[in-house]
């Protein structure tokens, strides 16, 4: 009865491969995000979705490709993997697109790149 | 550019005492604050939203507060417990509605 899942919960690849990792959540929500949090564990948010589109992409490298297959669902692909990328990704979703609405996040996936 | 500070990276307290966090913010205020818990090797766990319009906020132990003129929100946990330690993120949401979280601050709360 997970709220928002990702898999896998680890990762640990070489430089220059590809990955994805996966988010589902089963809350009915419309609205969901992906963030990513450093080693000095600031959170900032990369990508939301509303509905399947496409609403906020921060300044993120274009390696960084997320879709949604449907609105309960939110993958990441990553193309040419850089030790920079090495962080903890979450997925999360809220209710709503708007501000108002508290967010759920998912367990994180911790992506180490060696 | 807007800027998020959590006046302290790290917070001890002893057991029973309040404890109380602060973000402070530059420029222009948000719409809407929030509060979030994040215990090591887990995601964010929302806590508490408190609008511009409105003063505090009340969830049991936990009260926020939110000064517009200070540009500042004061996080209070009450009676704390061991239970209450933690790291505790404020998040901001302007107009694009996006969250943009503070740096966190971790408490300690000591036996």
């Known amino acids: 009865d997970t709220a928002v899942s990702q898999t896998p919960k680890y990762l640990v690849t070489q430089m220059g491969n590809d990955k994805s990792i996966k988010c589902e959540q089963n809350l009915g929500h419309d609205t969901m995000y992906w963030y990513k949090q450093d080693s000095k564990k600031f959170l900032k948010i990369m990508f939301s979705y509303n509905n399947k589109e496409l609403i906020i992409n921060e300044t993120v490298p274009n390696r960084f490709s997320p879709k949604s297959p449907d609105k309960a669902h939110l993958n990441l692909h990553i193309n040419s993997l850089e030790l920079g990328d090495s962080a903890v990704y979450f997925c999360a979703s809220s209710p709503r697109l708007a501000g108002g609405n508290e967010q759920y996040f998912g367990p994180g996936t911790r992506l180490t790149v060696t | 550019s807007q800027k998020i500070e959590q006046n302290s990276e790290a917070l001890n307290i002893q057991e029973g005492k309040t404890a109380t966090l602060t973000c402070n913010y530059t420029?222009?205020?948000?719409?809407?604050l929030q509060w979030y818990r994040q215990d090591p090797g887990r995601g964010p766990v929302f806590l508490l939203l408190?609008?511009?319009?409105?003063k505090e906020k009340r969830k049991e132990r936990l009260k926020v507060t939110f000064d517009t003129t200070l540009k500042q929100s004061l996080f209070h946990i009450t009676a704390s417990q061991p239970a209450d330690s933690a790291t505790y993120l404020c998040a901001l949401v302007f107009g694009n509605e996006k969250l943009t979280f503070g740096t966190g601050t971790r408490l300690t709360i000591i036996p």
């Open positions: 408190i609008r511009e319009n409105e």
């Open positions: 420029n222009y205020s948000p719409a809407y």
